[in-house]
């Protein structure tokens, strides 16, 4: 067990559920009638338009909400899902300890049209490669292995990805699975708890690293073949971008948990229930934009 990152979590936990995450959350939690975006006052007529069905956007910095829209509306969040996925697997393993890929794990992701990292049964690789299976292409097949591996179970991590989201605060998030796939009914989650989430794992060093890696290659060893991924944000690479994670299902619609650094300022958003998945981009980069010079005033 990683004592440093089960002792950092546990800090951040009780910093989310309490007073740090929420001080610039209170004005926003008053429900506002359906589809209707809110945003800090000075800001709400120049706010670019959000056509996602919900949208929660923050500057993790101060705390300051920069726009809701239906931030507490129930939906699920498809492979955002895999945000927590990572974060338990880091309460409960080093990134140096390995695990090995087993058939169960890739036929579980050849199920169902779920994106795969295209991992090969009998492969070992450490946890912090399979975490990039996991972020970077989406892997169905790597959250299946680490959930295995760290339940131990895939059941039993359910189990801690739920307690995990109760400790950090997602009172309106529940867990079915480690990929986000509608297996199960799917689960679901709200635009506000998926930022306290995404808050969470920016939090983490190596959370943080992977979420914010383009590519990333694993040079074939006698424990297993190369690997090479991909990561599906086309957001990396623009001014500040670190991630986090992209979502789709025909239920979940697209999906995005988005975030940047700017001046002093770290903003992190989430978008869901988007229908087109360019626009889904385009409207995360637009609100970044709005976002730091709105901070700048």
């Known amino acids: 067990m990683h004592v440093t990152h089960r002792l950092r979590g546990a800090l951040l936990a009780l910093a989310l559920a309490g007073g740090v995450a929420t001080a610039g959350a209170t004005a926003a939690h008053a429900a506002p009638p359906a589809g209707v975006v809110q945003a ?13 069905k919900a949208a929660h956007l923050v500057d993790a910095s101060t ?28 309460q409960e393993a080093d990134p140096a300890d390995k695990v090995t890929v087993t058939s169960a794990d890739v036929s579980y992701a050849s199920r169902g049209g779920a994106a795969v990292a295209y991992l090969r049964a009998g492969d070992t690789l450490t946890v912090e490669d399979l975490l990039y299976a996991l972020m970077l292409p989406s892997g169905a097949d790597a959250a299946h292995t680490l959930a295995r591996a760290f339940g131990p179970g895939v059941e039993a991590f359910v189990d ?60 074939a060893t006698s424990e297993h073949r190369s690997y090479s991924w991909r990561n599906t944000n086309r957001l990396l690479g623009s001014y500040g971008a670190l991630g986090v994670k992209t979502g789709y299902t025909r239920a979940a619609g697209f999906t995005l948990a988005f975030a940047a650094e700017r001046g002093d300022s770290t903003l992190v958003g989430v978008l869901l229930g988007e229908t087109s998945s360019s626009r889904r981009f385009q409207t995360a980069g637009a609100l970044l934009d709005w976002a730091a010079a709105a901070a700048r005033r």
Not at 40 to 51: E, F
Not at 65 to 87: G, I, Q
Not at 182 to 188: E, F, Q, T
């Open 40 to 52: 800090a006052p000075a800001h709400t007529a120049d706010a670019p338009q959000v056509l996602a």
């Open 63 to 90: 705390g300051q909400v920069h726009l809701s829209k239906d931030a507490d509306l129930r939906r699920p969040v498809a492979s955002l899902t895999k945000m927590m996925t990572a974060y338990v697997v880091l």
């Open 160 to 219: 801690k990805m739920n307690a995990t989201a109760r400790q950090l605060g997602m009172n309106d998030t529940l867990y079915v699975n480690a990929d986000g796939m509608p297996y199960g009914g799917g689960g679901h989650s709200t635009a506000r708890d998926q930022v306290r989430l995404a808050q969470a794992v920016l939090a983490d060093p190596t959370l943080k690293k992977v979420t914010s890696t383009r590519y990333h290659t694993v040079p």
